[in-house]
Nanobody, 128 residues
Framework: EVQLVESGGGSAQAGGSLTLSCKAS????????IGWFRQVPGKEREGVAA??????????FYSDSVKGRFTISKDSAGNTVTLKMDSLGPDATAMYYC???????????????????WGQGTRVTVST
């Protein structure tokens, strides 16, 4: 089973930056995609970004709401995935979850039901 542990959550001022980290263990190469999702009370969980963990071919996805402000990346082994969040606004306040699955597509990655493994989450609060 794949285990996912998020870290890096906390508080930031509007316009500031925050970096989240997702560390994967277990059968990591059977779960070749890592994604970041966020959720606020009363709202469905939504995809933020996702990345392919293996290979050298660039492959990442972003929601339209964060494109150009958030950057997802991985280490050389593909075991740690980082989400760098810049130009933070109050809308970024949420619980952020790391997820893993063997394969997703451009059409399905943003849907939580497409993902198999989930971390416990890390909270992000953006203050004005």
């Amino acid at each position: 089973e794949v285990q996912l542990v998020e870290s890096g959550g906390g508080s930031a001022q509007a316009g500031g930056s925050l970096t989240l980290s997702c560390k994967a263990s277990g059968y990591d190469w059977s779960s070749r995609y890592i994604g970041w999702f966020r959720q606020v009370p009363g709202k469905e969980r939504e995809g933020v970004a996702a990345i392919y963990r293996g290979g050298s071919v660039p492959l990442s996805f972003y929601s339209d709401s964060v494109k150009g402000r958030f950057t997802i990346s991985k280490d050389s082994a593909g075991n740690t995935v980082t989400l760098k969040m810049d130009s933070l606004g109050p809308d970024a306040t949420a619980m952020y979850y790391c997820a893993a699955v063997s394969i997703v597509t451009e059409d399905t990655w943003s849907q939580p039901r497409a993902w198999l493994y989930w971390g416990q989450g890390t909270r992000v609060t953006v203050s004005t």
